[in-house]
């Protein structure tokens, strides 16, 4: 028993409410639950009961025994003077405000049906990395759809708030703001960090100013994440960009915010995924682009966002994936799945988080329009609900079952789940 499952029967009012009464035997009518709490305090706010015929409004907390008021100090935290009713599994002693008075307990242990922990015990105790998979078939379809729905907006929202993050650190430039996020994403994952720190040292401002010459822009960008130190001009390109990053690193105060090359990972990358064919790519659509937030806001479908970010890179980067290394073959531009990747991962956040900033319901239509286009990617998450039978048929599926698959199955959340919920209602 945890305090996961007292807060479910809680919130859902899954128990015995027939009759229902304080463990002092005063009547007990629940007018509303109240609102769950997930930071300090409280683990219920803005709830309403009555007892014996008179209402209180304040607030409810939940434990497995009544003696964890004790050992969480309630007793002497005078934030949880506005609780007015105890909810717990088992009763095993008294508790008091920090007033002395007596803290109303309503136990659910003998409340609940009896099917209902089992089941729950049965899904959290799977061997099956997604809890429910055995009974999967059983939830009607509905149900499936509508958690898939939930799924994806969460994941939505958790990206923008790191959208909304950077946009505050950039003091509301959203032009700055789209170019960090774009840059943490060039980094895929493996390289995103020393992306983002990169593009936070280097200010999109600067780069925009030497948009009439390429090789200036790679050589702020090479140069500034660390790839120009140290390295033997074996070529007249290199020295060049040598040349232009001193000049201009002096010029802009950079020296301070430069990377190193050991804070890029390069083990087991493909070649084509190199940070220094990313920052070259990077180069060529910042060149390219007036305003990259112009771009992404006012883009009207996939295909236009993909032609923008297939900017090709400069010839030497056609035919080199290090500096001074040239590659046996041509280097591609970036690719299809490299750019459907920055859509969902970029451009989408941007548009939920400006249309939060804005509150204009459109952006976020443009936003979900956007991934209903995209295809699915495709990985071990998006095979298993396949396998599963829910068909993951475009971006708007795979980012759902992604953040359902790590945001529910796998820290096993099945009474957050309406999938889980109905399978331990049933």
């Not at 790191?162 to 994403?185: G, I, K, M, P, S």
């Amino acid at each position: 028993m945890n305090e996961d499952v007292i807060s479910f029967l809680w919130k859902s009012q899954h128990f015995e409410r027939q009759n229902l009464q304080t463990d002092a035997g005063e009547a007990l009518q629940i007018m509303a639950v109240g609102q769950q709490n997930t930071n300090a305090g409280p683990d219920f706010t803005n709830a309403r009961v009555l007892i014996d015929g008179l209402e209180w409004a304040g607030n409810v907390e939940v434990h497995t025994r009544a003696s964890d008021w004790q050992r969480h100090a309630h007793t002497r935290d005078r934030a949880y003077d506005s609780v007015i009713l105890h909810v717990v599994w088992e009763n095993d002693t008294p508790v008091f405000r920090t007033d002395g008075t007596a803290l109303p307990t309503l136990t659910l242990k003998n409340r609940v049906q009896p099917h209902f922990l089992p089941k729950y015990y049965a899904l959290i105790e799977s061997a099956d990395v997604i809890p429910c998979a055995g009974q999967f078939g059983q939830v009607p379809d509905l149900l499936k759809i509508a958690m898939l729905d939930r799924a994806l907006m969460q994941r939505l929202e958790r990206k923008a708030a790191f959208v909304q993050q950077l946009c505050q650190r950039n003091q509301d430039d959203w032009e700055e703001t789209a170019y960090q996020l774009l840059a943490h994403n060039f980094g895929f994952k493996i390289n995103a960090e020393p992306f983002l720190r990169l593009a936070q040292g280097l200010p999109f401002k600067i780069l925009q100013k030497h948009r009439d010459n390429l090789t200036q822009i790679e050589a702020l960008l090479l140069g500034q994440a660390g790839w120009l130190q140290n390295q033997e001009f074996t070529d007249e390109y290199v020295a060049l960009l040598r040349r232009e990053y001193d000049f201009l690193a002096a010029k802009y105060g950079l020296i301070s915010q430069q990377l190193h090359t050991h804070e890029w990972k390069m083990l087991r990358l493909r070649p084509a995924n190199f940070p220094t064919v990313r920052l070259a790519q990077l180069a060529a659509l910042v060149q390219q682009q007036s305003s990259l937030f112009s771009s992404f806001i006012n883009v009207e479908n996939t295909a236009q966002l993909a032609h923008i970010l297939r900017a090709k890179q400069s010839s030497y980067w056609q035919t080199h994936y290090q500096i001074g290394k040239e590659a046996n073959g041509k280097v591609a531009a970036l690719g299809r799945t490299s750019v459907e990747n920055i859509l969902v991962n970029t451009v989408v956040p941007l548009l939920v988080a400006y249309s939060q900033a804005k509150d204009n319901r459109d952006l976020l239509d443009k936003a979900l329009q956007l991934l209903e286009h995209l295809p699915a990617e495709q990985n071990n998450i998006t095979e298993k609900w396949n396998n599963l039978g829910l068909k993951v048929k475009s971006s708007f599926d795979s980012q759902a079952v992604i953040e359902l698959y790590n945001g529910f199955c796998i820290p096993k959340k099945c009474l957050h789940c309406s999938v889980g919920v109905s399978l331990v209602r049933n």
